[in-house]
């Protein structure tokens, strides 16, 4: 009796974990459609500097390739020196940017802050648009990986955290390889138009 007792207590645990987890699952799902849907809606992704060539199909097959993730208040969402392999917008909450100098080699000096469909991380774009350039080109040669230039913090109000919507290089890679109509000469000469200009700032 107490072996059976054990062995029901484990498996209303299972189905109680199960649930619980298939909850999560449905709500991650939601967040993502209803994050997709309003940076859709909101036609923000045409004033993003990188992508404001581009058609509505294109940028709505760009937005359906993105993916929610959440920062908690002081987190560092993106790292100076570190690869970069990921492009945010910022859906809820602000940022702080910080660049190391010589004068502030530990912290980094702030040099700006981002809100509510801000961006950052073209570098990622950079990258993935010069290793699919090589690989359908012909030319020889290799994409160098572009390096984060600043450090960015998440600012949250309250203890909701900063939402973003993130696409990674990967991600821009196989879609420019399954879609053949996205301009990828303009997406990249655009990514380095912003990259050089937020360089000299």
Same mark, same amino acid.
Request: charged share 30%.
């Given at each position: 009796?107490? +072996? @059976?007792?054990?062995?029901?207590?484990?498996?209303?645990?299972?189905?109680?974990?199960?649930?619980?987890?298939?909850?999560? #699952?449905?709500?991650?799902? @939601?967040?993502?459609?209803?994050?997709?849907?309003?940076?859709?809606? !909101?036609?923000? @992704?045409? *004033?993003?500097?990188? %992508?404001?060539? +581009?058609?509505? /199909?294109?940028? #709505?097959?760009?937005?359906?390739?993105? !993916?929610?993730?959440?920062?908690? *208040?002081?987190?560092?969402?993106?790292?100076?020196?570190?690869?970069? &392999? *990921?492009?945010?917008?910022?859906?809820?909450? !602000?940022?702080?940017?910080?660049?190391?100098?010589?004068?502030?080699?530990?912290?980094?000096?702030?040099?700006?802050? +981002?809100?509510?469909?801000?961006?950052?991380?073209? #570098?990622?774009?950079?990258?993935?648009?010069?290793?699919? %350039? %090589?690989?359908?080109?012909?030319? *020889?040669?290799?994409? /160098?990986?572009?390096?984060?230039?600043?450090?960015?913090?998440?600012?949250? &109000?309250? !203890?909701?955290?900063?939402?973003?919507?993130? +696409?990674?290089?990967?991600?821009?890679?196989?879609?420019?390889?399954?879609?053949?109509?996205?301009?990828?000469?303009?997406? @990249?000469?655009?990514?380095?138009?912003?990259?050089?200009?937020?360089? #000299?700032?």
């Amino acid at each position: 009796d107490a +072996l @059976m007792d054990e062995y029901d207590a484990h498996a209303e645990d299972r189905r109680r974990n199960i649930a619980i987890n298939r909850q999560r #699952s449905q709500r991650k799902t @939601m967040l993502r459609v209803a994050q997709r849907r309003r940076l859709k809606e !909101s036609k923000r @992704m045409r *004033s993003v500097q990188v %992508f404001k060539e +581009l058609d509505d /199909k294109s940028l #709505s097959v760009i937005v359906d390739a993105m !993916s929610p993730r959440v920062f908690a *208040s002081g987190e560092v969402i993106v790292q100076q020196g570190d690869p970069a &392999e *990921s492009f945010f917008i910022i859906m809820k909450g !602000s940022c702080v940017v910080r660049r190391k100098t010589l004068v502030d080699l530990v912290y980094g000096q702030i040099i700006g802050e +981002l809100s509510t469909f801000d961006h950052f991380g073209e #570098s990622a774009l950079i990258t993935a648009t010069r290793r699919y %350039f %090589f690989r359908t080109s012909g030319l *020889s040669g290799e994409a /160098k990986i572009q390096m984060r230039n600043a450090t960015v913090i998440a600012k949250a &109000e309250g !203890s909701e955290g900063v939402e973003t919507m993130m +696409l990674t290089g990967e991600g821009l890679e196989k879609l420019l390889q399954e879609d053949n109509q996205i301009d990828v000469k303009a997406l @990249m000469r655009l990514c380095e138009e912003e990259h050089a200009q937020r360089e #000299s700032l």
